[in-house]
């Protein structure tokens, strides 16, 4: 069973920075495709970035030229790094994982994943 650990979440104002970590326990990252989801409040959980185990990425529209998805293979993480932050970024983040073979697919659909996270809160104040 993998445990998805994330951390980096809190309170920034709009215009902001922060960065999301993701570390898989049990098996290395490199085993899986991830990806990163968010719950606004009232809201359903919608897809944020993925990231192929060889290091392509995808990104949601509303996110695109703000937020970069990586893989830190030597430190076995992955990361978020979330700029120009907004009022409407504000949520609970969540890491998926996907046990997969395949080196080049990202995948964007909730049901696609395997593994998540418990989540973090990213809040964002005008």
């Known amino acids: 069973q993998v445990q998805l650990v994330e951390s980096g979440g809190g309170l920034v104002q709009a215009g902001g920075s922060l960065r999301l970590s993701c570390a898989p326990s049990?098996?290395?990252?490199?085993?899986?495709?991830m990806g990163w989801f968010r719950r606004a409040p009232g809201k359903e959980r919608e897809f944020v970035a993925a990231v192929s185990r060889s290091g392509g990425s995808s990104y949601a529209d509303s996110v695109k030229d703000r937020f970069t998805i990586s893989r830190d293979m030597t430190k076995d993480t992955i990361f978020l790094q979330m700029n120009s932050l907004k009022p409407e970024d504000t949520a609970t983040y969540y890491c998926?994982?996907?046990?997969?073979?395949?080196?080049?697919?990202?995948?964007?659909?909730?049901?696609?994943?395997?593994?998540w996270g418990q989540g973090t809160q990213v809040t964002v104040s005008s």
């Open positions: 049990g098996r290395t990252a490199r085993s899986y495709a």
């Open positions: 998926a994982a996907k046990d997969t073979i395949n080196l080049y697919l990202r995948y964007v659909q909730q049901s696609q994943y395997d593994y």
